[in-house]
């Protein structure tokens, strides 16, 4: 890339070759957007949503960052699943990381590096909640990959246990959660089985009962 005029000139050839298949494409696109599904993914670049499954721009709601996190005191993060679930009624929210991430790759060390370490204290929490089992895994690679699973799965129960979701399933809305990762050695998605679809899902600790507020 050479700078912002091939940038521009690659946005100008990508959309008259929309409006050639699809002339009236931008035109329906401007009236409003109903997604299905949003997709809580990794900031990294070889990682891109809507390419990843196959969805053209309109029907995929999309918050990315470092490692794919879901953290309860991140308004930015909470915001986006708020939007999602509440005013675009998504159907489904995917939570996609991918192996060979970086930021889990660093969370899996101990060293110091600035700033990022207080976003990665997250991870290292569901490291240490796996610890004996990761121990237990010989290969480091193996052990990543493992380490990046785990971080998904943990990702979504903090997905699932947001009052945002469980609002959502009390009101009677249809909403799924599920946690996906990306291969990219293949480019192919693996389903972790780990998918919520009501609060029955959501461990007890967790579970925000409805019927009962602040005494």
Not at 22 to 49: H, K, M, T, Y
Not at 151 to 156: E, I, K, P, R, W
Not at 192 to 198: A, D, K, P, V
């Amino acid at each position: 890339m050479s700078g912002i005029p091939e940038l521009l000139e690659n946005n100008r050839r990508w959309s008259q070759g929309v409006t050639d298949q699809n002339p009236d494409f931008f035109e329906r696109l401007a009236l409003g957007q109903s997604p299905e599904v949003l997709w809580i993914g990794c900031a990294d670049s070889r990682v891109p949503a809507n390419q990843v499954i196959g969805l053209d721009p309109g029907e995929v709601f999309v918050h990315r960052n470092i490692a794919n996190v879901v953290v309860h005191s991140d308004f930015n993060c909470l915001s986006v699943i708020e939007y999602a679930v509440a005013m675009l009624k998504v159907s489904h929210v995917i939570v996609c990381g991918h192996y060979g991430c970086g930021g889990v790759q660093a969370a899996s060390q101990n060293h110091q590096l600035g700033l990022i370490d207080n976003w990665l204290r997250h991870i290292r929490d569901v490291r240490s909640q796996h610890e004996t089992a990761l121990d237990a895994i010989e290969d480091d690679d193996a052990r990543l990959d493992r380490l990046c699973e785990l971080n998904v799965v943990g990702q979504v129960h903090n997905v699932c246990s947001t009052t945002i979701v469980q609002q959502a399933w009390d009101r009677g809305q249809a909403l799924s959660v599920h946690g996906l990762i990306y291969n990219l050695k293949d480019g192919l998605l693996k389903d972790l089985m780990t998918t919520f679809t009501g609060p029955e899902d959501v461990p007890a600790t967790f579970r925000l009962d409805s019927a009962s507020g602040p005494n």
